[in-house]
């Protein structure tokens, strides 16, 4: 075992564009605010699933309407904030674009503004949702149109500015990372359309693209803007190179055939045509493929780094982030097969699935990417003890959730099979729901230190100081 | 550059961007584009104006989080009975649709449909037969612990006002019996219009148009 010896972050972050750490960090704060703001939304939700009097005699509180403010605001305001922001910067460094001007002085104004537009979406699909202008029955689209439209736009000007950056590359070869974020910028805006375009569809076909939605928006969006990120965090982290090229671009093309076509395993055992259902059970166990190319992939990479791995305070993160990946991908795949359906769907541990998902896999990797990678840019690291607290509180907040919810998701579907009466289920599903708000809380404490650690790794005068070091 | 997608960003971009539309036509528009024809043979159902402003409010206060609208049936086990094909209900769902599994049909022109994808509270889909009580609904809105003790709904007091509607208005507006444990300061209540609009909604959820004589109660 060996110690990478990486150079230390200042220099790393010497001559930097600072208006470029400055446009980056933007993304990262904006999505730590929405971060904090979705958080306590949840967290009340957890509660009220507890008690449902918490807060209950205003109807812009109602549960129905902060439930999507919830979903969408961790969505699209942090994760795929936090997700873009950190693209610019890897896109930047894997094409070796000169740190002094990775972006023209236009693309900057471009990108800020594609910032500015997607804080005006989140922010207005709160307000709007509150007030009751609820898009419902379309999960993660519960937006209306108006709070859509930014960030339709942003994620359009986004692609076109990293197909831009990668276009001007100063190698030959496209590293996998610009593989996923030029895709996946393609494969959003797709989504958007299909999942606004509901004038031509109405009764079945409705669902139809609403299975399409669901799972196209967190497996051609968050998924590969997630993969492509790590595989250029990993390898810088551990100073080595990536175990397989070949095993990323395998999982780049199974990913784009099998991920499209698995949406209807929102809707088993429905009158939707039984050639989808069937297609999208088959298909949701080939992502075993696309999902362990990935994963194996970076197993294989961190293999022997134990030692690098526990002196890192970036990695760890990283490295639950992959193994999160691998394992909540394999719980969606057993979760489509029709016998487990049977139990399982509609209870609570769909709800702890799509946490292990979003928290394990796309929340840590974030989180992994940040702390790895911020401070190469702005030469600031955040104090390692309150990034300790931040991993350990945000990893236990989580298992308990989880464990808690898949449990309970267990005893609330046996309950049915028994053919107890309703309230029995919601009766016995109770004590899960203590956990869940016991672990949501561990989590929200836990991102209050996050944010402070991103905080102290915003470009300063030391970024300024250094900017002209590297020229 | 050549057309090696490892070394044209052109190609690069294109071969996934064109894979995946073709993709998305083929497990998605085409798919719908059919299943829309098949539903345009379905006669469009007569709406009263009642329960449409009450569907728009269902939608509004997001019920469909928490309850499904869909009996879940297994194809596969379909079997043709007197010309009419049934499907067996799953156990899970047995309770709420012990006759049959939700056909096609059934959501033919709704938009947006509230099949629902949990059920942290009952299937609502033949809540008009099950509890055809307009009371009962609005103690239930107003405070569902009341009815149901233990209950995870939350309570939907904005819905009701404590003071008397103006007498030009009276008509919108419903007197609900004020029952013990409901948690009434005042001893009147009426439920809104829009109480009124979202109960007359619910009890509409009857599957009705599929009974037709043909199915046991
Ligand atoms: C801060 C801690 C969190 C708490 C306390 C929390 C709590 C909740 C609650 C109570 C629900 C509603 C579940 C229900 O209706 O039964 C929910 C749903 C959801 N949350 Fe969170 N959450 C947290 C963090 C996150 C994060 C970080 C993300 C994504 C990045 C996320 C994404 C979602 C999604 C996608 C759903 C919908 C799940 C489904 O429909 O199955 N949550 N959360
Ligand atoms: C191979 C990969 C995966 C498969 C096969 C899969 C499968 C599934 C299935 C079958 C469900 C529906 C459960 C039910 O309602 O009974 C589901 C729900 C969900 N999955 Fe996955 N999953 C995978 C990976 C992921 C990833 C990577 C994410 C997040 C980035 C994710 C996010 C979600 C969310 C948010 C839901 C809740 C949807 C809802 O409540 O309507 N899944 N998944």
Redesign the pocket.
Same mark, same amino acid.
């Given at each position: 075992m060996k110690i990478p010896v990486g150079i230390p972050v200042f220099v790393a972050a010497a001559g930097t564009n600072p208006n470029f750490a400055k446009m980056v960090s933007r993304w990262l704060i904006s999505a730590g605010v929405w +971060?904090l703001f979705?958080?306590v939304v949840?967290?009340l $939700?957890?509660f009220? +699933?507890v008690d449902p009097e918490i807060l209950a005699d205003y109807a812009w509180l109602t549960f129905g309407r902060m439930?999507p403010v919830?979903?969408m605001t961790? +969505?699209f305001g942090?994760?795929s904030m936090a997700l873009v922001g950190l693209a610019f910067y890897v896109v930047a460094k894997s094409t070796l674009a000169p740190m002094h001007e990775p972006m023209k002085k236009a693309e900057l104004f471009l990108a800020n503004l594609a910032m500015v537009l997607c804080n005006v979406g989140v922010a207005v699909g709160a307000v709007a949702m509150a007030m009751g202008d609820v898009n419902a029955g379309r $999960?993660?689209r519960e937006w209306p149109w108006y709070a859509m439209a930014p960030v339709f736009v942003a994620v359009g000007i986004c692609g076109l500015l990293f197909y831009r950056m990668v276009a001007r590359r100063a190698v030959e070869g496209i590293y996998i990372s610009c593989w996923f974020v030029m895709a996946a910028c393609f494969w959003m805006a797709i989504v958007v359309v299909m999942g606004y375009q509901t004038f031509w569809t109405a009764g079945i076909p409705d669902r139809i693209v609403d299975g399409f939605y669901i799972h196209n928006a967190v497996g051609m969006w968050f998924t590969p803007l997630c993969v492509g990120m790590t595989y250029y965090a990993l390898p810088k982290l551990l100073n080595k190179p990536i175990y397989s090229y070949a095993l990323g671009v395998l999982g780049f093309f199974t990913h784009l055939v099998f991920y499209t076509v698995i949406g209807t395993h929102h809707y088993i055992f429905t009158p939707l045509p039984m050639i989808l259902q069937t297609t999208a059970v088959i298909c949701s166990v080939a992502m075993i493929v696309p999902v362990w190319a990935s994963t194996g992939n970076f197993l294989m990479t961190m293999k022997g780094e134990g030692l690098a791995i526990s002196h890192s305070y970036s990695l760890p993160f990283l490295f639950v982030g992959v193994v999160g990946y691998g394992l909540a991908s394999v719980q969606g795949s057993a979760e489509a097969l029709r016998f487990v359906q049977e139990v399982l769907h509609f209870t609570?541990y #769909?709800?702890g699935?799509?946490?292990f998902a979003?928290?394990v896999f796309? #929340?840590f990797l974030i989180w992994g990417c940040i702390y790895g990678l911020v401070p190469r840019m702005t030469g600031r690291e955040p104090p390692i003890l309150l990034v300790s607290i931040h991993f350990w509180l945000a990893l236990a907040?989580i298992a308990v959730?989880v464990i808690g919810l898949s449990v309970g998701g267990h005893v609330q579907g046996e309950s049915w099979l028994e053919g107890e009466p309703m309230m029995e289920s919601v009766r016995v599903s109770a004590p899960y729901m203590v956990w869940?708000?016991v672990?949501? +809380?561990l989590?929200?404490v836990s991102?209050i230190f996050f944010f402070v650690c991103l905080w102290r790794m915003r470009p300063g005068a030391f970024t300024m100081a250094y900017a002209g070091a590297g020229k | 550059m050549g057309l090696n997608i490892h070394t044209n960003h052109r190609m690069l971009f294109f071969i996934p961007a064109i894979s995946y539309l073709v993709l998305v036509y083929l497990c998605a528009v085409w798919p719908a584009m059919v299943e829309m024809e098949a539903m345009e043979a379905v006669p469009k159902p007569f709406e009263d104006e009642l329960p449409a402003i009450g569907r728009k409010l269902y939608g509004s206060y997001n019920c469909v989080?928490?309850h499904t609208q869909q009996i879940r049936g297994d194809e596969r086990k379909a079997t043709d009975v007197d010309g009419v094909r049934t499907t067996p209900v799953l156990t899970a769902d047995a309770r709420f649709g012990r006759e049959l599994a939700t056909r096609a049909e059934e959501y033919a022109w709704q938009d947006p449909v509230f099949m629902g994808?949990?059920r942290?509270g009952p299937d609502l889909s033949s809540t008009g037969r099950r509890l055809p009580a307009v009371q009962w609904h609005y103690w239930h809105l107003y405070n569902p612990q009341a009815v149901s003790p233990g209950s995870l709904m939350p309570p939907h007091r904005f819905l009701f006002t404590t003071t008397p509607p103006p007498p030009d208005e009276e008509f919108d507006y419903e007197e609900v019996l004020v029952i013990e444990g409901l948690g009434v300061k005042s001893d009147r209540l009426w439920a809104t219009p829009d109480a009124k609009a979202l109960v007359e909604y619910l009890l509409s959820l009857k599957r009705e148009h599929l009974e037709q004589g043909r199915l046991a109660k």
């Open positions: +971060l979705a958080s949840g967290l $939700e957890a009220r +699933l439930r919830h979903t961790m +969505l942090w994760a $999960e993660y609570h #769909t709800v699935h799509a946490h979003m928290y796309v #929340t907040g959730y869940r708000a672990g949501g +809380l989590m929200v991102h | 989080t928490c994808t949990q942290t």
